[in-house]
């Protein structure tokens, strides 16, 4: 039996969500729970997150740029993305809760938290508005509005965790990553500047 959005919005929720637990545990299990070990889990888990918001980032304008079946089906699939990157920041948050509960010298940054406090309630309410029924209450408008502002909030809000505090750490992944920020970023530039040079032209 097919399942319905509703189902199929959940199950890619808590498999995501479910994925990086295990993962996380059994990782854990394996190693220790030192800070170490737990603050590589949240870097881990940041990344494979920001990985898919960036998937979420280019959708649409890679479609406006590149008309084929890929970025149709990728377009097709951002509301699944996004249900995902919100089931991977679920497990994150439940790793940054147990460094607190486990490390005895763990501190909070006032800033930071309040940041990330109001960055995590805007995910969860694009999350709770991707259902066919809230997003209708919501209004179509509003859906916009909410989405836009909230993949571009998101967006800026975790680009400053991937920047490194030396030259050096641009190595590796966090070097990959800041560089797929950067293709998307001019991506989406370029799709808007398309989109208005179409626009400015005489029909």
Do not use: C
Request: no cysteine; net charge positive; hydrophobic share 55%.
């Amino acid at each position: 039996m097919a399942l319905t959005s509703s189902q199929r919005n959940w199950a890619v929720f808590f498999a995501s969500a479910g994925l990086i637990g295990l993962l996380s545990a059994a990782w854990l299990a394996v190693s220790g729970t030192s800070d170490d070990n737990v603050r590589l889990l949240l870097r881990l888990s940041a990344r494979a997150a920001f990985l898919v918001l960036l998937l979420i980032f280019i959708a649409r304008p890679l479609r406006q740029l590149i008309a084929t079946p890929a970025t149709a089906k990728l377009l097709q699939n951002r509301r699944l993305l996004g249900i995902a990157f919100t089931g991977i920041h679920t497990a994150h948050l439940g790793l940054i809760f147990y460094r607190a509960r486990v490390i005895p010298d763990f501190d909070l940054n006032i800033s930071e938290s309040l940041l990330g406090a109001l960055t995590y309630l805007v995910i969860y309410l694009m999350f709770l508005t991707s259902f066919d029924a809230t997003a209708r209450a919501l209004g179509r408008s509003n859906w916009r509005v909410l989405h836009k502002v909230g993949l571009y909030w998101v967006f800026v809000a975790f680009l400053p965790t991937l920047l490194p505090d030396s030259l050096g750490q641009l190595a590796g992944a966090n070097g990959f990553i800041i560089l797929l920020a950067a293709v998307a970023i001019v991506t989406r530039l370029t799709a808007f500047l398309a989109s208005r040079q179409r626009r400015a032209q005489p029909q």
